[in-house]
């Protein structure tokens, strides 16, 4: 009885995990345009930490893609494979907690691309200073390149940040990972 508890509050939690990243991506978003907008930005630590309104029409962390067409036809794919795996690896509730929080956070960056065109970012963190001076490597030329404050993101970017380190850890620490081949050996006969 127990087991077939757990087989049916596992799919109930995923989507849990999912509606409520997506939720709160879309609540803070919906403030962050209302609120943020007119002022462009405002200090909560000083210089540290602000909450500046931006509107990215690229990925996430504000990398460019020049392609708008392809990078949602990418997204949905990444959305659709994110999704099958997420009940590929039901028995692994690390990878489904990642698979959850990927899919919550991509949902919420999609929901900007079709509906405004653009991606809202709104948190703004200052970052210790890179300055990389450029190098040529094996022949191939790696260009200069200098950060002062991370790009703005959102929650939605957070959320696949979480996610992905999930999936890395997991990946890292080798923990194992069970894709069953067939249920009915759980069946009764």
Do not use: C
Not at 105 to 114: E, K, M, P, Q, V
Not at 149 to 177: E, H, Q
């Amino acid at each position: 009885m127990l087991n077939r508890h757990i087989k049916y509050s596992q799919p109930i939690a995923t989507i849990t995990i999912v509606v409520a990243i997506f939720v709160i991506d879309q609540l803070t978003k919906f403030l962050a345009i209302h609120f943020l907008q007119p002022l462009q930005s405002v200090p909560v630590i000083g210089d540290f930490f602000r909450l500046t309104y931006v509107e990215n029409p690229g990925m996430a962390f504000g990398i460019e893609f020049p392609n708008k067409i392809l990078l949602n036809v990418l997204s949905i794919f990444a959305a659709g494979i994110i999704f099958y795996y997420l009940f590929l690896l039901r028995d692994h509730i690390f990878l489904r907690i990642a698979f959850a929080t990927i899919l919550g956070g991509a949902f919420g960056n999609l929901t900007d691309r079709f509906l405004r065109g653009k991606v809202v970012d709104f948190i703004d963190l200052e970052f210790f200073d890179i300055n990389f001076s450029g190098i040529t490597f094996f022949g191939w030329k790696i260009p200069q390149f200098s950060l002062y404050r991370w790009p703005v993101f959102n929650v939605a970017d957070i959320a696949v940040t979480i996610g992905m380190t999930i999936v890395i850890l997991t990946a890292f620490l080798n923990y194992p990972i069970q894709v069953p081949a067939n249920d009915t050996a759980n069946k009764a006969p």
